[in-house]
């Protein structure tokens, strides 16, 4: 009997369709919360008084928060992990797996910033000013939207080993660190990181059930797979 692959199928909902659906709809109700200054001003105060609680350790740690999963360094990070997994892992369909989920699970926010355009906060504001201003559109947080691909794919690849529960906990914590340290730098809206777990969500169903009706025959089929 051949070794399955750790992703040979991934985790996957019967009614993921709906659940698909209904974060869409999710996903556009906080991008239309933008839409609003009164609201995002509102929201904003958040940001104001979370930045006036810190000092230089705060802002240096969310500094390299931001820095990390921006997306020059998110695709590096991306690429280098799926190179491991390929070398030292000697899987190429682990490898191709893991890039599919951070992929899907990310890269639908730039299709909401497209859609909503929705305005940077004003960072002028700030007690505390950690990065200059962001040009591009604030809906969804793409460096949340990472943050829950990344780790998702980093937990289905640790699946069933003794590795599993610490890679959970990575996941869990680098969520939460990145959504503070967008908060922090007064790069997002509280909308912003909401709307991007809904994003991310609508991503890694879609793959999911690619993945397990079409992609992971093909690929074991392919003449170079191995096993």
């Not at 191709?96 to 899907?104: D, E, Q, S, T």
């Not at 169903?205 to 074991?220: H, R, V």
Request: a positive charge.
């Amino acid at each position: 009997m051949r070794k399955v692959p750790k992703f040979d199928r991934m985790p996957h909902l019967k009614a993921w369709l709906p659940i698909a659906v209904f974060s869409m709809v999710l996903a556009i109700i906080a991008g239309l919360v933008g839409n609003n200054a009164g609201l995002l001003k509102a929201e904003y105060s958040f940001d104001v008084a979370l930045n006036a609680g810190g000092g230089a350790f705060a802002n240096q740690l969310a500094l390299l928060a931001s820095e990390v999963y921006s997306p020059k360094f998110a695709i590096a990070l991306t690429a280098v992990v799926m190179l491991l997994i390929w070398l030292l892992g000697k899987s190429w369909f682990n490898a191709l797996a893991f890039g599919a989920v951070v992929a899907f699970g990310w890269l639908p926010a730039e299709a909401f910033k497209i859609m909503f355009n929705e305005p940077r906060g004003d960072i002028s504001l700030l007690a505390n000013q950690v990065m200059p201003l962001e040009v591009d559109s604030s809906f969804p947080s793409g460096h949340v939207c990472f943050a829950l691909a990344f780790g998702l794919a980093v937990v289905l690849l640790a699946r069933g080993t003794r590795a599993q529960w610490l890679a959970i906990a990575f996941w869990v914590a680098s969520v939460l660190l990145e959504i503070w340290a967008r908060l922090y730098v007064g790069a997002h809206y509280l909308n912003d990181v909401v709307g991007s777990v809904f994003t991310t969500t609508v991503g890694v169903l879609l793959i999911s059930y690619m993945w397990n009706k079409w992609f992971s025959e093909l690929l074991q089929e392919s003449k170079f797979y191995k096993g």
